[in-house]
């Protein structure tokens, strides 16, 4: 299981950093996707860090603000995003999957989902 955590209200320019913890289980063998979910859009794939962390993938859309890395020995997986924009705003949901994939793969590739967390960027 899966859960989301650190969204919330932040101005134009500033940054969060979403976490992702694992209960139940360990991290250890899961590649971590971020991803995004705006009103009337489809989910957007972000990120996706492979188990170790020796494979990072980004969309060409977040590349330079958007920075993910993980913590095994905490159970946790993080998205650093910096520079905001209101475009930003979305719900944001982590996803795992244990296979090893090479780059940011469709939604239903993934097993496990959060629950999501609001991200709303606005002055």
């Known amino acids: 299981k899966l859960a989301e955590s650190g969204g919330g209200l932040v101005q134009p320019g500033g940054s969060l950093r979403l976490s992702c913890v694992a209960s139940?289980?360990?991290?250890?063998?899961?590649?971590i996707a971020w991803f995004r979910q705006a009103p009337g859009k489809e989910r957007e794939g972000l990120s996706h860090i492979s188990a170790r962390a020796d494979r990072i993938y980004y969309a060409d859309s977040v590349k330079g603000r958007f920075t993910t890395s993980r913590d095994n020995a905490k159970n946790t997986a993080y998205l650093q995003i910096d520079r905001l924009t209101p475009e930003d705003t979305a719900v944001y949901y982590c996803?795992?999957?244990?296979?090893?994939?090479?780059?940011?793969?469709?939604?239903?590739?993934?097993?496990?989902w959060g629950q999501g967390t609001q991200v709303t960027v606005s002055s």
């Open positions: 996803a795992g999957t244990p296979m090893v994939i090479a780059g940011i793969a469709w939604p239903n590739e993934y097993d496990y």
């Open positions: 139940g289980s360990t991290l250890d063998h899961i590649a």
